[in-house]
Every structure is written in C-alpha cells, then in structure tokens.
Nanobody, 131 residues
C-alpha cells in the first residue's frame, strides 16, 4: 500500500526559505504524478505545484510561480518543494498527493483537481511564515 510522508515544515520569517520533502513507502515513486497542495485555516484546499512521473512536466499556481520549485529524485523515492521568498500568506498545512499516471490526463488537468478519485494523500506538514 502506497504511503506518503512529508517533512521539512516549520517556522520561518518572511523572505526566508524552506525545502519540503515527500517520500513514498510501500511502493516506488516511479509510476506516480506528485502534487503539493495546501490548506490554511478557514480556507479551501488549493493547488501549489505538481510534477509528472517522469519529471518532464511541472505545474505551478500563479501565487507561487517564480518563488517555488518542484523536483523529484526517483532513486530516493522523494519529491521536493523548494520554497523561497516566503510570505505570510504561504502559511498553511502542505500536503503531498500521488496519482498514478494516465496517458489521457495532463499534469495541468491533474494538478487543478484539489480532490481526485483514487488519489493517495500524506498527513501534511505545517509551514508558518511569521516574524
């Protein structure tokens, strides 16, 4: 059974950086598209960034484009989210999600769905941006 474990969250000052990790257990990362989503108190879950199983395609929300970078290392079964120039509005629980790749589904379409049938979710890691 596929499981996802997030790490790297914490408290950081505005303008600072964090790197989140999403690591799989129970199954190899190779076959899965991976997405990062976030949810702040009182707000709906929203897309952050996604990456295809091959690493060849990525997708970013406009609010994080140019500040965040998603990457993957399949040999380590890990996807990373490098977050730079953090803002207070980035404060949220960041959750990793895995979807088995489908030839008819683009990474853009997959990433836009905040909930998806068959998706596996991690438990989340808290990111707090505050002075």
């Amino acid at each position: 059974q596929l499981q996802l474990v997030e790490s790297g969250g914490g408290l950081v000052q505005p303008g600072g950086s964090l790197r989140l990790s999403c690591t799989t257990t129970g199954s190899s990362l190779d076959y899965y598209d991976i997405g990062w989503y976030r949810q702040a108190p009182g707000k709906e879950r929203e897309r952050v960034s996604c990456i295809s199983s091959s690493g060849g395609s990525t997708n970013y929300a406009d609010s994080v484009k140019g500040r965040f970078t998603i990457s993957r290392d399949n040999a380590k079964n890990t996807v990373y989210l490098q977050m730079n120039s953090l803002k207070p509005e980035d404060t949220a629980i960041y959750i990793c999600a895995a979807d088995k790749g489908a030839p008819t589904t683009t990474i853009q379409a997959m990433c836009a769905m905040t909930y998806r049938l068959g998706r596996t979710w991690g438990q989340g890691t808290q990111v707090t941006v505050s002075s």
